[in-house]
DNA sequence: CTGAAAGCGCTTACAG
DNA sequence: CTGAAAGCGCTTACAG
């Protein structure tokens, strides 16, 4: 029989490497090892005077119970699983955050799978995850939803889609309110006196980007002014997209004095455009984003932005998620509200 | 007994929302289910046929071995922990992204826990790594190593510590030749003709704020000047620390010409705090970073900084993990080299 | 209050 | 080539 002594020395493990059991602490406490396990769960109907003495044993022993094999019994892993398509983007990241805050604080781990956008490892990606049997799924900004929407249909595990880029009645969903934030982005430039005012789209933005032009379009429309297509560039959602439709925008022959981003990334990439030609942000072209990401406010001028609750919206998803697993029937569509948050990009337009 | 084409009608799911088992698929097979594991695990023990046929009506029932029941026999989870002291960072989703990715591609899922600098959740993190049994454990940029190394100690997992604060020759790690990078950065700002040269440090960055104060240190005495503990102010590697900071050593009556910043994200903060006081960039003062975060190239002027790898360290811990999981016993210690990348923010100094 | 038994879903010797 | 048995580490009725 294995001493006390033997285990307290190298805590947690047994000869042979193998991680010390509940037969172990049981062998150790005299008892069986279901009693061990109602000891250590707490359960009411082990003399409190045995409980205690297991779980000091259990304790000085360094034992930590197999979450597998308590997953197998239980049918339930506590385990969620995120997808994102790029973890290095900084909205993502938020997210996450959000996410992983909420997850932990319900004794919930959370398994991070990044797609890269690719979607043969998204799918890849979720079927590790169905054998992983997390108990629930949150996809982030997923630009292949199509592809695998039915996957995920055949799964039986509830699902959130945040920033989703195809909604669906059916879907859980968290996301913010685009389409108005658009708009009231989009009017804060024609109250500035602004009539030609370019928008920059994310041609993988699916959804979101069809929002927030039509949000861009109802402002412009609002404003007296006629919507103009070659107003209307599209990047690929980061800076370097940005600066590309920046430039087409630009060598327009009546340029825009004013132009709505699809997100502070792809803002970034406009800024350094307008300004590589000599022009002044916010005097000459005034620019206005989408997210509020952390470097905004420390730009040159700083940005004027909409506000988008990154890490709560993450907090709203896996909230979600508890209330589904908790019992909860109906599909949840939480839309959150922007805010305009106005700096130093966006002026009052020069009389030309 | 359940018929092929009932589960097929709920594929993957058996009445109750029981997900199909192994036994299910022998049953539908008429087969043993040790014949049903070895053929879905392409053993050359069963008859080609049987496991083809096998193999299709297991595809058909849309069938998932389970994890949990899978690591239970097999002793190992292919599953590794990631410690992060703050996803949101965009270095550490940038190793992050890294550790992702190779992990995918070895079969690995990863856990990710975001410990928000907090010690007691960093200890309650990697104890609930410890029950989900994790293969290995990379911790990032952790700022309490000193409180759990005890703790990982206690483990028996391997772990490899990536910018890590408190290295051990006995620990592995992955980490950038801070002394080295530094003294490239700092050594560029006095071959500028700088002799005011400040350094701002970050409180919580343990060994690499001491060994990037090292590498300032030696080139600013090798350029023939004495190191003045004035010019030394320490932030929180945060932009409002740099912010802060900067402050300070504008402040003082003989105020630096250039300034070496631990990170990126101080970076910002002192730009900002430089441009608030009226002063250009890198006229009045020039600024070198740390870390090469996507934003540099899209600030005003452009940020000269120390490039890190932070997707390649990602892949390098990872990688360490695999080697040692794979049988290595050595300690591995890789240190990265670090790249000064030239870009406006840093001038030749104006003679005063 | 405590223990013996059964079972979660797999894998792997061991027989045949 | 295939199956019966045992076991990984837990939990939960079921007896006592």
């Known amino acids: ?36 396990s109602r000891a250590l769960r707490g359960s009411p109907k082990v003399r409190p005077e045995t409980a205690a003495r297991i779980r000091k044993i259990a304790e000085e022993a360094g034992y930590r119970p197999s979450a597998a094999a308590r997953s197998l019994v239980m049918g339930r892993s506590l385990t969620v699983g995120v997808v994102v398509t790029n973890i290095a983007d900084p909205f993502v990241a938020g997210v996450v955050s959000g996410i ?47 592809l695998y929407v039915p996957v995920m249909e055949q799964m039986h595990v509830p699902v959130v889609l945040l920033n989703n880029q195809h909604p669906s009645e059916f879907a859980n969903s968290v996301v913010i309110d685009n389409v108005e934030a658009s708009f009231a982005a989009t009017r804060h430039l024609t109250q500035l006196g602004h009539r030609r005012i370019a928008y920059i789209g994310d041609r993988f933005g699916h959804q979101s980007d069809t929002d927030r032009l039509a949000g861009y379009r109802r402002a412009v429309e ?29 060598e327009l022959p009546n340029p825009p004095t004013a132009v709505f981003c699809y997100n502070d ?24 984003g989408f997210d509020d990401l952390f470097f905004d406010v420390y730009l040159d001028p700083p940005l004027t932005t909409v506000r988008q609750p990154m890490r709560q919206m993450g907090h709203m998803a896996m909230e979600t998620l508890l209330q589904i697993l908790g019992g909860e029937q109906h599909t949840h569509n939480v839309k959150v509200p ?15």
Chains 1, 2 share one sequence.
């Open 1 to 36: 029989m294995v001493g006390v002594k033997k285990l307290v020395g190298s805590v947690g493990m047994l000869a042979g490497g193998r991680k010390a059991s509940i037969k172990d602490i049981a062998r150790l406490a005299r008892v069986s090892h279901p009693t061990v």
């Open 100 to 146: 992983e805050d909420l997850a932990e604080q319900h004794g919930y781990s959370v398994f991070l799978a990044d797609s890269n956008s690719d979607p043969e490892r998204e799918v890849r990606v979720v079927r590790s995850f169905e054998e992983r049997r997390v108990d629930g799924i949150i996809v982030t900004s997923s630009r292949v939803g199509a």
């Open 222 to 250: 609002q404003s007296g002014t006629e919507f103009a297509a070659e107003l209307v560039v599209h990047g690929d959602g980061k800076p370097e997209g940005g600066e590309q439709a920046m430039s087409q925008l630009l």
């Open 265 to 288: 990334m792809s803002a970034l990439g406009a800024l350094r455009q307008i300004r590589a030609r000599g022009l002044r942000i916010p005097q000459d072209v005034s620019v206005v």
């Open 338 to 352: 922007g805010e305009l948050i106005i700096r130093g990009s966006t002026a009052i337009r020069k009389g030309n």
